[in-house]
Structure formats: C-alpha cells, structure tokens
C-alpha cells in the first residue's frame, strides 16, 4: 500500500474549520451507507482494480473497494499520472476511520472527505494525485460480440513441434510461479540513481507500468530515457556496497541498475513491487523455461 506522508485539501472547496465536525450516526446505519455507495466495488481485487483504472481512467479517479487480508478495513484505488495508488482505510473500535494521515468521525465523515473535499495526497517519492471523480460500479457495456466465421487449428505450427515439445509448453503454462509474470501492478516515484559511464547519482522519475521500468529525467518528462523490460531480471536485491542509504540493484544480463530511495519504508516497496515482475528461473522439472517466448506473457 501507499504509505501516506501528506495529506490535504482542496482550498477552494474546504475550509480547516470545517474539517473537525463530527457527525453521530449509527454505526450499523453508517456501515450499510458506506457499502452502498455507488462507487463501492464489494468483490473487486487490488489485481482488478489495476486494470480498470491504468489505461480507462483519468488521473484523480478513485474507487473504494474491501481490503485485501482484513475484512474490517477498505482499500481506496486511486489513478495517479502513470500508475495506481492503493491507500488503506482502517477501521477503529470506537467508529471511527483513517485515511492518510486524518482521522475521521464515522464513515459519513469520511465519504464526505472522499466526495467532495477533493483531498491532495502524497508519499516522500514525490508521487501526489487529487481525488476527483468516483468510479461507479455500475458502467453501461455495449452487447456487442464478435461473430465468428473461421473457426481452425494452425496445423502448420502444431506438424512443426513434437509431442514433447507441445507437452513442455503446457507445462510450463501451468505452472503456478509463472502467474509472477501476470501481475499487474504499478507504481511511480522518484528514484536516485547511479550512473554507468560516469558514476555519479542523479535523481530520475520512475515509472513502473506492468513489466516495464521506466525512468524520466523528471516528472514531468514526456518520453522516457530507457526502458527496462523486468523480465529480463535475475535479482532485485537490498545493495550495501554503494555506501549508501536505502540502495536495491536491480540485476540484468547486459546491466546492473543501482538506484536509492528517501527513506527505508520507500525502498521496501520498490523492492517488493519489482520482485513480483522477475520472471521464475528455470528448474529441474523446467530446465528450459527459458526456450518459450515470454514476450506472450508481457503485458505492454
């Protein structure tokens, strides 16, 4: 989750005094009214909600949603510039709710934060986002489908592999590690890092789209300066040998990447976002995992 180091509000719809009423309402009424809003998604995923809203939602969009492992808590899903942010909304003993770094006086002070106090919230990365506009549960889909009219099996394809060969790759699409390569998740954030001809550091945007890392000189760059497709990782791993603080390397075949964070909570989450992109190394009952194409399991 993103770990929220500010949190505001919009100055032109809110102002301070009003943010401390407390309303009493009961709290079974309260509850019912929070799963009843229109922009609460009771069954939808943090893998899910990754999808809605990277590239069919514009920045500001924000859902809420159960959280993940506690089923008193609610996660709220938020489409910043180039990735989603997941905010956890804890739920106390006495009514009462965090989001961010505020405390509110039951879930009707807490939607009408959400709603229409447009709060500003951001992270020490440098990632900040303005919750705008709600995303309902209930979207108009058009009944359209395709109809099909060639419907056969690439026997050219199929006579130019064994048996053996057909069975190795559907083992290999069954395996369970290879869902690694299958989550979409982002994030974004600036980044300190070491450069390969001249070794000095230098402070980049980064943006994590999927399996593509991606680093700008700032964040405000249109084109990206490179790319680096994670599948071609071997290791994300914790780095001492720069001397310096909250440093990870990220290992390739042609490159090492050395990059550090502002603090150690934003390292943890870098490292732990990019490991679930590494692609699972070959073993013994899959010596050559590597001879398939991972380009078909990339999601660009």
């Keep these: 989750y993103c770990k929220l180091k500010m949190a505001v509000y919009d100055a032109d719809l809110v102002q301070p005094e009003s943010l401390g009423a407390s309303s009493k309402q009961d709290p079974i009424t309260e509850r019912r009214k929070l799963k009843s809003l229109s922009w609460y998604h009771p069954h939808l995923t943090r893998h899910q909600a990754e999808c809605m809203l990277i590239d069919n939602a514009p920045e500001g969009t924000f859902l809420l949603r159960p959280h993940s492992q506690n089923t008193n808590n609610f996660s709220v899903s938020i489409k910043s510039a180039h990735s989603v942010l997941h905010v956890e909304v804890i739920s106390h003993s006495d009514d009462k709710y965090s989001f961010g770094t505020h405390l509110f006086n ?35 889909e058009p009944h ?132 679930t992109k590494i692609a699972p190394p070959p073993t013994e009952e899959y010596p050559q995992q590597d001879s398939l194409d991972r380009s078909w399991f990339s999601l660009a």
């Design 106 to 140: 039951g879930e009707e002070e807490l939607v009408k934060h959400l709603e229409q106090e447009r709060p500003v919230i951001g992270e020490d990365s440098g990632a900040m986002v303005t919750l705008r506009y709600p995303y309902s549960r209930d979207v108009p």
């Design 144 to 275: 359209l489908y395709m109809k099909v009219t060639h419907h056969a099996i690439d026997t050219e394809i199929m006579s130019s592999m064994d048996s053996m060969q057909i069975s190795q790759v559907h083992r290999q699409l069954k395996q369970k590690s290879i869902k690694k390569i299958l989550v979409v998740s982002s994030k974004e954030g600036y980044l300190t890092k070491e450069g390969y001809y001249v070794k000095s550091w230098k402070k980049r945007w980064f943006v994590l789209r999927n399996n593509k890392f991606m680093y700008y000189k700032s964040s405000r760059s249109e084109s990206p300066i490179r790319t680096i497709n994670m599948l071609e990782a071997s290791e994300v791993e914790y780095d001492h040998s720069k001397g310096r603080e909250n440093c990870f390397r990220i290992v390739l075949p042609w490159r090492t990447f050395y990059m550090y964070s502002s603090d150690p909570d934003s390292c943890k989450s870098w490292v732990d976002i990019l490991r």
